[in-house]
């Protein structure tokens, strides 16, 4: 006997590999059965899925210094929605994950336009073999100026993102030494960005050591190219990329016996992040549908979190103000604090965060629409259709069903006080 | 603002001591809710046992100068050897801040506001502060400092260890230890919990427009009980009563007012940026005001971690390291006025921290990584002077000032200062080269 049943197993996927579920949206997709639902998901070009939409495209962003401010806020202000409306959510979700993992802050970064562009690199190449996604975040015009790859030249070497690159990105600390830096520095010296209207960069032979190094073990490495292959070769690394992708979505499932499975399955595919995705998602399901059918929680990041309650309740309150909460919760996206992107796990789960997601939800409930069907079950109930609408067929729990019905007792516009409560409640913080 | 927003107990100033909210009764009723009372450590009913019982009077703020401050440039000796290792970025040695009794250091010329504190003996320099193995790596390093282990992860910081250590009898209260700013993981702990305000002047609950603001609290409250088992669902839950514990306490503590030190230059008054020094409102300023606003409402906080970032300067240093430090100056200068105004200068310890310095030769526009950092330790209860000097013509294998002064020591004059215990928290005994009195 299985642990859960297919409406479970789909809620779940849209919340550990996904950005939540729309009304009506789990209805249609649970006559599909869980594994067609897995491959409109992991494939959804093979399986027609319709194509997510550039949601920056509209706002013509370009390098002018004198509006960098305003098009930061715009590109920030439009991804928001776009995540709560994705076709794709795993695709969605994936760029989503990659931009925690190179995060890059355009505090630093300064123009939207390149931002976006490295946002698009994840989209694309997201799911594809880690050794091209890592090729093209090294000369991405962004992460060169972020980490100072552009500053880095055979004169003035900039350790930055030679560092960054290993320690953060691909092998993890005491994969590599100090003198591994110094030749990665070397290696990625002379790349710059092109000045032209377009985000790309390119390689000024004259500012490029071009000494042929030994570079974790390998001689002769010259060249970005030279320094992926070395970094790839090396055995830490599919365990690094493999850990934190399994961790992000199993949270403490994902120990060291199934991380080393998952290792291997995915040096086996040449490091391929569809394969990998692939089986960490079927390792979730099989736990899922094992004998005691649970998971380890996770802690739901405030703008997942948020996305999830925007897509549920159809809600589009000013995302002015969604930011400046977003801020007060400590996760703005586009503006991860450092190169190691943003704490996970019991660090949202501070009062600042969670006063933050409270005012989240009022804004959330406040604007949604008197009859769509979250505030419809907000206000009058039955409970387990209002948690089936936020994602929660399995039902909430006992204290969240208690909070909600006293806030039913409450003054105020209809259903506006339980659906806050229940949005902001522990039960859609930890999935 | 769309929604009618305001802290929910603002109807009356009054309301937080008189209790009219209904959720205010809820939390009376709840056995979880701690005492307002300031300390309660005090020698009563810590867990464990510890050779120390925490002084409840006195308050240790910690700043963080986040990417590796460049002490060289910050604590600057006057020596030729530093203008051969820093041709471009090297300070001029009249424009620093001279410091009485010490000719051969200067402050970089931002931080003029502390000369006061120098010749008043209340500031100490810890030049060459690190661990023997430093990583240079932001993360491995920022861990070792957090935790005082280097070289061993650990699942808690130094300061939640010394919260467990002294946790007083009853429920432990969240307001012991605060952070402006995300939440540090040098407050990890076993036992004891803490709280971080990520923005001082907007942490309050807001109201739907024609929701009853204490019902609606009221009701988000029942979210916290009851809870099962004792994994992250339940951890999340207890974190919807501490929010709205701390929340209710912390309501008069107006911690966004920017107090009269603070202030910015005032144009009506006449006042302008050059006569008020060019005023920096960065997170050192931003964060000191607030902890002050903290010190001064005695809430029971003895512990406030300030966390200012951007001292990663491995290009445009000059510039950037500049405006960082004229935060520190101003901020580091206000801060010892406003707790003085608030009859609290005798209580408080302030000590910066950074995981580490940066090379001693510059990098085309700047430092990259390097080892010894410097640390300034603030307050009346300093013993004022240099400990420690960098010896540029004795850096270490990788060029780098070496650390000579074991971070742990620091931590064992603030934890002393806090009443201890020292050396259950830090492992064992550490040197704290008289930096108190």
């Known amino acids: 006997m299985g642990g859960v049943d297919d409406r479970t197993a789909i809620a779940w996927l849209h919340r550990r590999v996904g950005l939540g579920l729309a009304p009506g949206e789990l209805d249609r997709l649970v006559p599909l059965g869980v594994d067609a639902v897995v491959e409109r998901l992991l494939a959804p070009d093979a399986n027609g899925v319709k194509k997510e939409p550039d949601p920056w495209a509209p706002l013509g962003l370009t390098y002018d210094r004198d509006n960098a401010r305003e098009q930061a806020k715009a590109a920030i202000a439009a991804w928001i929605p776009a995540m709560a409306a994705t076709p794709r959510p795993t695709e969605s979700w994936l760029t989503w994950f990659w931009h925690g993992h190179f995060a890059t802050s355009i505090a630093k970064v300064r123009f939207a336009s390149l931002m976006v562009e490295q946002l698009r690199t994840f989209q694309r190449m997201g799911a594809g073999p880690f050794a091209d996604l890592l090729r093209a975040v090294t000369t991405d015009p962004a992460m060169l100026v972020w980490l100072d790859g552009r500053e880095n030249t055979r004169d003035t070497p900039n350790e930055n993102f030679g560092r960054e690159v290993m320690e953060l990105f691909s092998l993890g600390v005491g994969s590599y030494g100090e003198a591994d830096v110094a030749a990665a520095a070397g290696a990625l010296s002379g790349w710059t960005l092109q000045r032209t209207d377009s985000a790309t960069s390119r390689l000024v032979a004259k500012r490029h050591d071009d000494r042929p190094r030994t570079f974790l073990g390998q001689t002769g490495v010259s060249d970005v190219d030279g320094v992926i292959d070395a970094i790839t070769a090396q055995p830490e690394c599919p365990r690094f990329v493999a850990g934190r992708l399994a961790s992000a979505v199993l949270g403490e499932a994902a120990d060291d016996g199934l991380v080393s499975d998952l290792t291997t399955t995915f040096r086996a595919a040449d490091l391929d992040l569809g394969v990998l995705l692939r089986a960490v998602v079927e390792a979730g399901l099989a736990r899922l549908d094992s004998r005691t059918g649970d998971l380890p929680p996770v802690v739901v990041a405030p703008v ?126 930890v999935a | 603002m769309a929604m009618n927003r305001r802290t929910f107990l603002g109807m009356g100033a009054g309301a937080a001591a008189t209790g009219t909210g209904a959720w205010m009764v809820l939390l009376r009723d709840r056995a979880e809710h701690s005492t307002a009372t300031r300390g309660g ?253 903290l010190i001064g409402h005695d809430l029971g906080t003895q512990v406030i971690l300030v966390d200012a970032g951007g001292f990663d300067t491995h290009a445009n240093q000059a510039d950037t390291h500049q405006r960082l430090l004229a935060d520190v100056g101003q901020g580091v200068g206000a801060f010892q006025k ?100």
Not at chain 2, 399 to 427: F, K, M
């Open chain 2, 338 to 437: 406003a707790i003085d105004a608030s009859g609290h200068a005798d209580d408080v310890l302030l000590v910066t921290t950074s995981e580490f310095g940066r090379r001693a030769a510059e990098n085309g526009s700047g430092t990259d990584h390097g080892n010894g950092g410097t640390s300034f330790v603030v307050g009346t209860g300093v013993q004022g002077g240099l400990i420690g000097s960098p010896d540029l013509d004795r850096l270490d294998d990788q060029g780098d000032v070496a650390a000579t002064i074991d971070v742990r020591s620091l931590y064992a004059a603030a934890l002393t200062w806090l009443g201890g215990p020292t050396d259950e928290v830090l492992g064992q005994v550490y040197d704290t080269h008289g930096l108190l009195r």
């Open chain 1, 304 to 429: 997942p979190w948020l996305v999830a309650a925007l897509r549920a309740t159809g809600s589009r309150p000013k995302v002015k103000v969604l930011v400046a909460e977003l801020r007060a919760a400590g996760q703005v996206p586009m503006s991860p604090p450092n190169v190691g992107g943003w704490p996970g796990g019991a660090a949202w789960l501070a009062s600042s965060t969670t006063v933050a997601r409270f005012n989240l939800a009022v804004e959330v409930a406040q604007a949604t629409a008197s009859d769509a069907p979250t505030r419809r079950a907000a206000a009058e109930g039955p409970d387990d259709e209002l948690a089936d609408l936020l994602g929660r067929p399995e039902g909430f729990g006992a204290a969240t069903l208690a909070a909600v019905a006293e806030a039913r007792r409450s003054n105020g516009p209809e259903g506006v006080a339980p659906l806050t409560v229940a949005l902001a409640s522990p039960d859609l913080v």
């Open chain 2, 41 to 293: 450590a005090s020698g009563s009913g810590t867990t464990e046992p510890g050779t120390g019982t925490g002084d409840a009077s006195r308050v240790l703020v910690v700043l963080q100068l986040s990417g590796g401050n460049d002490g060289l440039n910050t604590v600057v000796p006057v020596t030729g050897r530093y203008h051969d290792l820093r041709p471009t970025l090297g300070l001029v040695d009249d424009d620093l801040v001279a410091l009485a009794d010490l000719p051969e250091y200067g402050l970089h010329p931002s931080l003029a506001p502390l000369a006061d504190l120098w010749v008043a003996e209340q500031l100490a320099l810890v030049s060459g502060i690190g661990y023997p193995d430093n990583s240079r790596s932001h993360f491995a390093a920022l861990d070792s400092w957090w935790s005082a282990t280097p070289g061993k992860s650990s699942t808690t910081g130094w300061l939640g260890r010394w919260l467990d250590a002294t946790v007083p009898e009853g429920a432990p209260d969240p307001l012991r230890a605060v952070t402006i700013g995300r939440g540090s993981p040098a407050l990890r702990a076993e036992r004891s919990p803490s709280t971080a305000i990520v923005d001082p002047s907007g942490f309050a609950l807001a109201t739907p427009r024609g929701v009853d603001a204490d019902a609606l609290v009221a009701a988000f409250l029942r979210c916290s009980t009851p809870t099962v088992g004792d994994d992250l669902r339940t951890s999340a839950q207890r974190s919807v009563g501490s929010a709205v514990d701390v929340l209710g306490r912390l309501a008069d503590a107006d911690l966004g007012k920017v107090g009269p030190s603070f202030e910015q230059p005032d144009p009506a008054a006449g006042e302008t940026a050059t006569t008020k020094g060019e005023y920096v409102a960065g997170d050192v300023t931003t964060g000191l005001s607030a902890a002050a606003n």
